[in-house]
């Protein structure tokens, strides 16, 4: 049985958002928000971080065929340079939240910043998504669907290893780009090498 919580309020219909990617260095911010019924069954549920790539896969399914909505939504680097990854982030959730076929009345985030959505009240938890069902479940369904489109990404610019990495800062995807410089992918904004060297962004 999972050790989450299946609801902040039981009188009220929750839905659960997270992002992921928010510390790549290329690729989209990725946000989903999910609302799940009161009695659900997700035993291996869990923060997507505490989970291998073969559990969450088996979630992603399981959480669609069990919630009462969910939806997806996705940020694009270009975005996230204009407004920067915080309020990208943001941004990616209140879409979500806005593409959900059932209205929630309160909105769960991940983190401990939001900005008011023009319809729904909302509650900020910190590490939500190892505390809440909702949240964790949008956790999976935002860390699956990212990973997928970074793998399809890397087959169009495998030199950054993005199958593997999926964006993130790891020494090979750092070195790749000091040796061929950036893709169209990849944010302008963020730190892209250690040294930060001179890198041509046309």
Same mark, same amino acid.
């Given at each position: 049985?999972?050790? /989450?919580?299946?609801? /902040?309020?039981?009188?009220? /219909? ?27 069954? /997700?035993?291996?549920?869990? !923060? ?14 399981? +959480? ?15 975005? +996230? !340079? ?52 909702? +949240? ?62 001179? +890198?041509?962004?046309?």
């Amino acid at each position: 049985m999972s050790n /989450l919580q299946p609801y /902040l309020h039981a009188d009220l /219909l929750e839905a659960g958002c997270d992002e992921a990617g928010r510390g790549c260095l290329a690729g989209p911010v990725v946000a989903a928000a999910v609302i799940l019924p009161k009695e659900f069954d /997700l035993p291996l549920l869990d !923060d997507s971080k505490k989970l291998s790539h073969k559990v969450r896969e088996t979630l992603k399914g399981q +959480i669609k065929e069990q919630a009462l909505a969910w939806a997806v939504a996705v940020i694009d680097n270009e975005t +996230i !340079d204009q407004i920067n990854i915080l309020n990208a982030s943001i941004l990616g959730m209140q879409q979500a939240v806005d593409q959900l076929a059932i209205a929630p009345k309160l909105l769960l985030i991940d983190g401990n910043r939001f900005k008011k959505h023009q319809e729904y009240n909302h509650q900020c938890v910190v590490g939500g998504d190892a505390k809440f069902a909702s +949240i964790a479940a949008a956790s999976v369904l935002a860390k699956t669907y990212r990973d997928e489109l970074m793998e399809t990404l890397h087959n169009e610019f495998s030199v950054y290893d993005w199958s593997k990495n999926k964006g993130y800062p790891t020494k090979k995807h750092r070195a790749a780009i000091v040796l061929h410089g950036i893709s169209p992918y990849h944010r302008k904004s963020f730190k892209l090498t250690d040294e930060q060297l001179s +890198i041509k962004f046309e």
